[in-house]
């Protein structure tokens, strides 16, 4: 499409043609184009129109679960501001039952009850006060599909309205431009011919001028860019003015991506739609935050909404340079770092390279083509070779394995824009030939990204080595005294490398997730069966047998928690260390039980169960290794987790609870840990609670936590063996349950 509004290039017998134009079907064809324009105008005018009514609805709703979380709250709350002077018993006496009566009391209702007077109904109104404002600050709005209703379902409409208004203009904007290019000035120059009079009026040159403009105006409609315009117009309406949506769809719609909309409706701002900046911000110096905030990041080659803090961890990577992202499990790791490379190559670089364990790689595959306009690229298997020499070629996403990366010769000669290693734990003993084999390829690559959610799982000294493949000279500075003086500081002085986040900081509408231990008791059979796995002193037999006899004691436990998982229509994850144990699980549960999931499962079979799984209608159960399907999947559909025995780290199960209780879950997540008691499940808890403890005080932003010792046994003949740290702690739980038992 092109317009000359001079007219130069439109030769005297289009003019006098277009003479027989002027009026009404000059009117006709102006009207059209200003049509063409004022629709493309208003689609891009709709994100912003659909952001505010969101966030006036949402500021409604918010309002409403507030009001609901008061009425929940018994007068006694006010002892928590008052002391024991609340006055709650005269109050309740009263039939003030709930703080949210209080608020709409009045100072005169107070006083009026016996035994408060004026002071005192000032402090009942202060504390109420108070009350209501920690709850309303802590208070955000999420959706509830299992309770929906016409609130809920307006406001789901227009975020999901949103979403398409952001992609209508995004693709459409670029189009209004060419065409307001090749039409602004002629629609001025031809403005006379829709009026006879006004072409009466006009000197000869400006009639000629007006004429040529219109013969123009006739060629830019009648072109077939105009003609494919109005179709991606009326495409993009009908998006944004949700035709054909019903109730079952919208909701649909949000089971199926929850995660999607609720980023879009993260961007609204407003009540409940924003988290605090500095947990977003990892807590990160000031000075540091401006910095990597100075240059915003381009977005042009993602396709999926990213939330603030999101954008945020893909501006940390790239400023940083060469830094780790260690936001907890289920934040989008993968995402942030995919917007990272989209944001290089919008801005020129070509070649990414994202090195991941073999497990996980199809997933990454499947998010490249999903939250990016980059081509992925397969570095495993037979055709690895082959498709290295085309990513070499043409760019784009690469993803390989540990075990792969060593072999792709051609690639070590190449220089890469970003190396981006996941479960980068995985090398962090620099012995190793997978570590060095990273480090290599970190040496040739401009820039480095190491996601890990569990970096110091062990000890501090395993998170220095990771570290140090990335900033040498601030891994020697991190030194003991960092880690004595605690968490704050320690955090300060790895910032320039490191950044996380919690999901309690920046995923406000994220579901509750309830953790239950489910201990059971050994039934005689069981006990048996355990005794003897402890005299031979066999530790895998010791942890399975509350599986092994006819009837075991955790295997009815589990089909308890599948049939009410099953009367709730919830979808259930049941994971184990064993391949054993899912097997007599599967036969138990039957024909609902898909699976396993298990190490000589290839990556795609893996993401085919999960896809059945998760598009299953109502229940469904998964049966998985927990060293397979706890790492990299998502299973969002599930909101049920079983973990049949309690594992040696405590980043195993919180991997694997994360599989379910992340992003895009729409439930609560409940979460079944099934102990034997007396048994060695007692003391591998033992061992998870000192890890945790190790854990949760440098990696996150938390004040130094105590934790009361255990013993082991209450016999005073304690063996010196079980407190000796040079004998293994697996050997040592043994000798524990020998010693508890009388065996040894």
């Not at 006694?76 to 109050?91: D, I, P, R």
């Not at 203009?169 to 006379?192: I, R």
């Not at 992925?376 to 082959?386: C, E, S, Y």
């Amino acid at each position: 499409m092109q317009g000359d509004a001079s007219g130069s290039q439109v030769d005297d017998a289009a003019i006098e043609r277009a003479r027989s134009n002027v009026g009404r079907t000059a009117r006709d064809l102006l009207s059209k184009i200003e049509g063409i324009r004022l629709r493309a105008e208003t689609l891009l005018a709709q994100p912003e129109a659909l952001r505010a009514s969101a966030r006036d609805q949402t500021a409604a709703l918010t309002r409403r679960q507030l009001q609901a979380e008061l009425e929940n709250l018994p007068t006694t709350a006010l002892q928590e501001v008052m002391g024991k002077s609340g006055k709650h018993t005269a109050l309740q006496g009263a039939g003030y039952l709930t703080v949210a009566q209080l608020v709409a009391a009045s100072a005169d209702e107070l006083t009026a009850i016996p035994g408060i007077g004026p002071k005192t109904a000032e402090r009942i109104t202060t504390a109420v006060r108070t009350i209501a404002d920690r709850t309303g600050q802590a208070t955000r709005f999420s959706f509830r599909p299992d309770s929906p209703d016409a609130q809920q379902r307006d406001l789901l409409a227009t975020v999901i309205a949103i979403r398409h208004a952001d992609n209508a203009a995004s693709e459409v904007a670029p189009l209004l431009d060419e065409f307001a290019a090749a039409t602004s000035d002629l629609l001025s120059a031809a403005a006379p011919t829709g009026r006879r009079l006004s072409m009466l009026v006009s000197g000869r040159a400006r009639k000629r001028a007006a004429l040529a403009a219109l013969v123009q105006l006739e060629a830019v409609s009648n072109h077939p860019r105009t003609a494919w315009l109005e179709q991606e117009l009326a495409r993009h309406e009908r998006a944004v003015g949700l035709v054909g949506y019903t109730d079952e769809r919208l909701w649909g719609e949000y089971s199926a991506d929850a995660a999607t909309v609720n980023a879009t409706l993260s961007t609204v701002g407003g009540a409940g739609a924003t988290v605090d900046a500095e947990a977003a911000q990892g807590f990160i110096p000031e000075e540091l935050r401006q910095r990597i905030t100075a240059v915003p990041l381009d977005v042009r080659l993602v396709k999926s909404t990213l939330r603030g803090y999101q954008v945020f961890g893909a501006q940390y990577a790239i400023h940083q340079e060469r830094a780790m992202l260690g936001d907890e499990m289920g934040l989008g790791k993968t995402i942030q770092a995919l917007a990272a490379a989209a944001h290089l190559a919008a801005n020129g670089q070509q070649r990414f390279l994202v090195v991941c364990p073999a497990s996980v790689q199809m997933n990454w595959l499947n998010e490249i083509a999903k939250h990016t306009r980059l081509s992925p690229h397969n570095l495993h298997g037979a055709t690895r070779d082959a498709a290295a020499r085309k990513w070499l070629r043409e760019g784009g996403v690469a993803v390989t394995t540990f075990g792969t990366l060593a072999r792709l010769e051609e690639v070590k000669q190449h220089d890469t824009a970003m190396l981006i290693v996941d479960e980068a734990h995985y090398v962090k003993n620099p012995k190793a030939v997978r570590s060095q084999t990273v480090d290599d390829a970190a040496a040739r690559a401009q820039r480095v990204l190491f996601l890990t959610g569990t970096p110091m799982e062990n000890r501090v000294e395993e998170f220095r080595n990771l570290v140090g493949y990335l900033q040498p000279q601030l891994a020697r500075r991190v030194d003991a005294t960092d880690v004595v003086a605690g968490a704050n500081r320690f955090r300060r002085a790895v910032a320039p490398v490191y950044l996380r986040r919690n999901q309690e900081d920046v995923l406000t509408e994220l579901p509750d997730k309830i953790e239950v231990d489910d201990w059971v008791l050994l039934t005689p059979q069981d006990e048996a069966a355990y005794r003897e796995a402890v005299r031979s002193r066999n530790l895998m037999a010791m942890r399975q047998a509350a599986f092994q006899t006819a009837s075991p004691a955790k295997l009815d436990r589990i089909r308890e928690i599948v049939d009410e998982a099953r009367e709730d229509g919830r979808k259930v994850i049941v994971f184990s260390f064993f391949l054993g144990v899912l097997g007599r699980i599967a036969a138990a549960i039957g024909p609902d039980a898909a699976g396993p999931i298990c190490g000589s499962v290839p990556p795609r079979e893996r993401q085919r169960l999960v896809d059945e799984f998760s598009a299953a209608r109502g229940h469904a159960v998964l049966l998985s290794q927990i060293d397979a399907g706890g790492v990299g999947l998502n299973v969002q559909a599930a909101s049920v987790v079983v973990l049949a025995e309690p594992q040696w780290k405590p980043s195993t199960e919180e991997q694997a609870i994360a599989r379910a209780h992340r992003m895009g879950q729409i439930r609560t997540v409940q979460v079944h840990r099934l102990l034997a008691k007396d048994s060695v499940d007692e003391r591998m808890r033992e061992v998870q609670e000192r890890k945790r403890l190790l854990f949760d005080e440098y990696a996150r932003k938390s004040d130094a936590k105590e934790m009361d010792s255990r013993a082991v046994d209450t016999n005073d003949h304690r063996p010196d063996d079980l407190d000796n740290e040079a004998i293994p702690v697996e050997w040592r739980i043994v000798l524990a349950e020998q010693h508890r038992l009388g065996l040894d």
